[in-house]
């Protein structure tokens, strides 16, 4: 199948789940989906469309919270990030780390830095902050507070 | 001083701890010993194991998980006396990171530092002169 193919083969697939489709560039496609459908996407690319999934990264933007799962069909030289848009209050999303090894210790991460939930997770700790980090502080939110109060944020001069 | 402080200074054994730099500053260590600065005239090279070892050269900025170790090094694990050498602009002040939620406190306040060798990352002749200057200022006091 070429580029074209698939990505109709994909809209096809999910036309009722994809919220948003913005084809970017030949290398690039952003694909907004419904979280709902995440799961069952995500599988259809990283299965049968032979993708390699790189990371997903998770951004505040705001109004919500959102994932971007990044695949990669190296064959056709595309890149197709697929977003999940979440609400900021209790943002909860199903987990890929079932059928996707490689996404436990991101899902991890993203946990603990975003507090986002995933839903399925077989394996929910942090990763990588402090061990005296407190529960429910999420540094890479837009409301991050400084908790430390030992901390100095000058240089001394 | 003490007799082991005058032998340490003739041939001071370098431990390199990297606490989360971003190599700038080990790759400018490492700059050190090569045939072009040859810091080993000076007797000094870099030790495998902290044990071994009399000078601690710390680069990177302090995040809560290294500075755990970084304490417990210097208090377990350093045959002491010791040197403490803050090398480029992180292990001083955090540099860019100084408002990062995991970089709380610099260096010094966990540990007490003998020489800072300000730059991102300094220049090989930058380290070779801090280190120049404290075997100068310590033989002073013998």
């Known amino acids: 199948m070429n580029r074209d193919a698939v990505l109709q083969a994909l809209q096809d697939k999910f036309r009722e789940q994809i919220l948003d489709y913005f ?17 069952p996407a995500a599988s259809y690319i990283f299965k049968d469309l032979g993708a390699r999934f ?3 990264s998770g951004v505040d933007a705001r109004r919500h919270l959102e994932i971007l799962y990044h695949f990669s069909i190296e064959r056709l030289n595309l890149l197709i990030s697929l977003r999940v848009k979440l609400e900021r209050e ?14 436990n210790w991101i899902e991890r991460e993203i946990y603990e830095l975003l507090g986002i939930e995933f839903t399925g997770h077989p394996d929910l700790r942090r990763l990588l902050l402090a061990d005296e980090w407190p529960e429910g502080v999420y540094p890479l939110r837009r409301d991050y507070k400084e908790w430390d109060k030992n901390a100095i944020r000058d240089r001394g001069v | 001083m003490s007799v082991t402080m005058r032998a340490l200074l ?8 990297a606490t989360g730099s971003c190599n700038n ?3 400018e260590i490492l ?3 090569t045939p072009r600065f040859d810091i080993e005239r000076f007797g000094m090279k870099l030790a495998g194991s902290i044990r071994h070892a009399d000078v601690l050269l710390v680069t990177g900025s302090c995040n809560r998980k290294s500075m755990v170790r970084v304490k417990d090094i210097y208090n377990e694990h350093v045959p002491k006396p010791c040197v403490v050498v803050a090398v480029g602009e992180c292990a001083m002040s955090r540099g860019m990171f100084v408002h990062s939620y ?10 007490p530092v003998d020489v800072y060798i300000p730059g991102c990352p300094p220049k090989p002749e930058a380290i070779m002169a801090g280190v120049v200057k404290l075997i100068a200022k310590l033989k002073e006091t013998l």
């Open chain 1, 90 to 103: 209790n943002p909860r999303v199903d987990s890929l780390a079932r059928i996707i090894k490689g996404a």
């Open chain 2, 10 to 17: 003739n041939s001071p054994w370098v431990f390199h701890l």
């Open chain 2, 31 to 33: 700059d050190c010993l």
């Open chain 2, 25 to 27: 500053c080990d790759i």
């Open chain 2, 102 to 111: 995991n970089c709380p406190l610099p260096l010094d306040s966990y540990i």
């Open chain 1, 54 to 56: 790189h990371i997903a």
């Open chain 1, 23 to 39: 084809d970017k560039s030949p290398a690039r496609v952003y694909i907004e989906i419904n979280p709902e459908a995440l799961v």
